[in-house]
Every structure is written in C-alpha cells, then in structure tokens.
T-cell receptor, first 112, second 113 residues
Framework: QKEVEQNSGPLSVPEGAIASLNCTYS??????FFWYRQYSGKSPELIMSIYSNGDKEDGRFTAQLNKASQYVSLLIRDSQPSDSATYLCAVSLNFGNEKLTFGTGTRLTIIP | DTGVSQNPRHKITKRGQNVTFRCDPISEHNRLYWYRQTLGQGPEFLTY????????KSRLLSDRFSAERPKGSFSTLEIQRTEQGDSAMYLC???????????FGQGTRLTVV
C-alpha cells in the first residue's frame, strides 16, 4: 500500500465548476497535510496547509481533513483555466520530522 | 526575491561524471530538504538538514550521493559517477522551526547521457 494515494487523473472540469481532488494516507500518526500545485516543467507551489479536522478556506480553495478516515481533499471553486495543473498531496509526521511524503499527483484540466 | 534559489537550472552530463547542485534557502529558514522527482511521480525525499546538521538521509540514497550545509545557510548536493537513472528534477525546499510549511526552489533538471 502506498503511503499517500491520489487518483492520477486526468480530471476534467468545466470552467466555473467545482473541482474536487482527493487523497488518502496510510500513517495514522500523520499530523500535517499540504496541497501543492505543479505546472508542467515547474516546481511545486504550496497552496494550502491543514492540521486539524474540518475545513480550511483560502479564497477559491478549501481543504478538508478527516483524520479518522485518513482522508484529505481539496476543493477549487469557480475553476479557471489557470488552475489546470497537477495537484500534489503531501503529508508529514510533524514530530520533529518535517520531511514530506507525496502522492503521485492528480492532473487537473479546466475546460473553457 | 527572497525565495528558495537553486543553481544550475539545467545540467546535462555524461555518464560517470560528477555533478554538484547548489540551494540557497529562504534566509530565515533553518530547515532545508532535498527531494528528487521523476516524470509522473511526486517528489521523493532524499535528505534533511536543520541548520548545519544532516538529520535524516533516505535509505534510497546511494553512497554516490552526498549533501552538505556547512554554515547552516546554503546547501550542496553532489552526485558522483552519475548514471542514467539519476536523470530527474532535483528539488530543494526550506522551512523554519515554528512553521511546517515548506517552500520549493525552481529545481535543477539533470540529464545524464
């Protein structure tokens, strides 16, 4: 079993709709959860972090965490063509161990 | 710009040659990480420094790889006797003790021919 799992996609969403990206993780003691956006040929860009169960909103982005289900999600509202990218879910143990374990990423395409 | 800086951006080398990459973290960040990313995969952890101390090294990292952060500021990653399988994007990230968010540099793309 992979430590962090994501659907590789591609996920196609019409412009203006809500894009929903999902991630599951295997290590129950994981404490910190991140979403990174990566454009083709570029490096990952941090867009959201979440540490507690529930929702965290930042502009058009909402991260959701359910530690009991070991599940993290990212919602992108009012999707724009510029949101087309690969979205990487990353997890860390956060007990003095800050290394990130990444999923393989979900490729998102916003259709104009 | 005070972001994470990596040099060079691209490196093409012949198999068997040694290469060295440099990373300059965000100035107030005391933690520095190296990752490697191949096509279609997420970044894979290589090693981690807090100040000048190398606190963790991935078991996947062969003896041909070495990293240093001599003064707790910039870091170098050296690969000796490069192999074609070393071709990848090498990413550096930094963070600081009070915040777990890590920010990546632009990466160094290595091609071994």
């Amino acid at each position: 079993q992979k430590e962090v799992e994501q659907n590789s996609g591609p996920l196609s969403v019409p412009e203006g709709a809500i894009a929903s990206l999902n991630c599951t993780y295997s290590d129950r003691v994981s404490q910190s959860f991140f979403w990174y956006r990566q454009y083709s040929g570029k490096s990952p860009e941090l867009i959201m972090s979440i540490y507690s169960n529930g929702d965290k909103e930042d502009g058009r982005f909402t991260a959701q965490l359910n530690k009991a289900s070991q599940y993290v999600s990212l919602l992108i509202r009012d999707s724009q063509p510029s949101d087309s990218a690969t979205y990487l879910c990353a997890v860390s143990l956060n007990f003095g161990n800050e290394k990130l374990t990444f999923g393989t990423g979900t490729r998102l395409t916003i259709i104009p | 710009d005070t972001g994470v800086s990596q040099n060079p951006r691209h490196k093409i080398t012949k198999r068997g040659q040694n290469v060295t990459f440099r990373c300059d973290p965000i100035s107030e960040h005391n933690r520095l990480y190296w990752y490697r990313q191949t096509l279609g995969q997420g970044p894979e952890f290589l090693t981690y420094f807090q100040n000048e101390a190398q606190l963790e090294k991935s078991r996947l990292l062969s003896d041909r790889f070495s990293a240093e952060r001599p003064k707790g500021s910039f870091s170098t990653l050296e690969i000796q006797r490069t192999e074609q399988g070393d071709s990848a994007m090498y990413l550096c990230a930094s963070s600081w003790t009070e915040n777990t968010e890590a920010f990546f540099g632009q990466g160094t793309r290595l091609t071994v021919v």
